[in-house]
């Protein structure tokens, strides 16, 4: 397994930055990028929007980024949501992930070279998403590189 604080080859640049907040759902309230699904839970716990990550994930020779939003009120024990966006060939950015977990990049691929992801937060198995071409839909169970069930 990639740990996806690894994956960190490079940050977004400057000028990047916004478009791929705005891509992922995100807005620009109080300094802050926030996607709105705290919206009323910002305690403590809560740390708004940040890109994590910045570098090609499938292979195609152009960035993807995931971008991570974490509160423990907002998002449970889990306490983290992501989204992964791909930088396409004409400039923009897609949504091509997004869940209420913490992001592991498998050795694992799906079409187009796309890595399996496995959903981490608590507990012992996790589902791992396969990209089949048009969304990431659930693949298997695992724990430690292992099948397991539930």
Same mark, same amino acid.
């Given at each position: ?7 960190? !080859?490079? @940050? ?30 910002? @305690?403590? @716990?809560?740390? %708004? ?20 939003? @974490? ?39 799906? !079409? ?14 996790? %589902? ?23």
């Amino acid at each position: 397994m990639v740990l996806l604080a690894a994956l960190i !080859a490079a @940050s977004a640049p400057p000028a990047e930055q916004a478009t791929i907040y705005k891509a992922a759902g995100f807005a620009l309230r109080g300094g802050a990028w926030k996607s709105g699904n705290c919206e009323g839970m910002e @305690s403590e @716990s809560y740390s %708004p929007g940040s890109i994590e990550t910045y570098r090609d994930l499938n292979g195609d020779g152009r960035p993807e980024a995931v971008v991570t939003e @974490s509160s423990a009120i907002c998002y449970g024990m889990t306490g983290s949501h992501f989204w992964v966006l791909s930088k396409q060939a004409k400039g923009s950015w897609t949504l091509m992930a997004e869940e209420t977990a913490m992001p592991d990049f498998l050795s694992t691929k799906g !079409a187009g070279g796309w890595p399996d992801i496995q959903l981490g937060g608590p507990g012992f198995c996790f %589902p791992v998403v396969r990209w089949n071409g048009k969304a990431y839909l659930n693949h298997r169970l695992e724990y430690e590189g292992k099948p397991c069930k539930l």
